[in-house]
């Protein structure tokens, strides 16, 4: 099993930055890719960004060249980096990871409890 922590939202003006973090924790398990997703109130969960064991990253066409998301292998921990915060960044905040034991290959889904984003025009 793997818990997972997020902290890092919160409310900000139009074109300011907020840097979100999700930590993982539990026994015995890999992190294959660690994500970034988002769900406004009424709409479905959207991927916002996601980064590859190896560090390859992938971003949705509305935050590219704003979010950066990055990771820190060593502290099983996630982050993403927000700037140029607008109005329709307003949504919660969820990390994902996925993850399993190696040599079982037992990998899933895991999700955080969600941080809410709330930016002001």
């Known amino acids: 099993q793997v818990q997972l922590v997020e902290s890092g939202g919160g409310l900000v003006q139009a074109g300011g930055s907020l840097r979100l973090s999700c930590a993982a924790s539990g026994s015995d398990f890999t992190i294959a890719l660690m994500a970034w997703y988002r769900q406004a109130p009424g709409k479905q969960r959207k991927l916002v960004a996601q980064i590859t064991s190896s560090g390859s990253t992938n971003y949705a066409d509305s935050v590219k060249g704003r979010f950066t998301i990055s990771r820190d292998n060593a502290k099983n921990t996630q982050y993403m980096q927000m700037n140029s915060l607008k109005p329709e960044d307003t949504a919660v905040y969820y990390c994902?990871?996925?993850?399993?034991?190696?040599?079982?290959?037992?990998?899933?889904?895991?999700w955080g409890q969600g941080t809410q984003v709330t930016v002001s025009s």
């Open positions: 994902k990871v996925v993850a399993g034991r190696r040599f079982i290959g037992d990998y899933r889904d895991y």
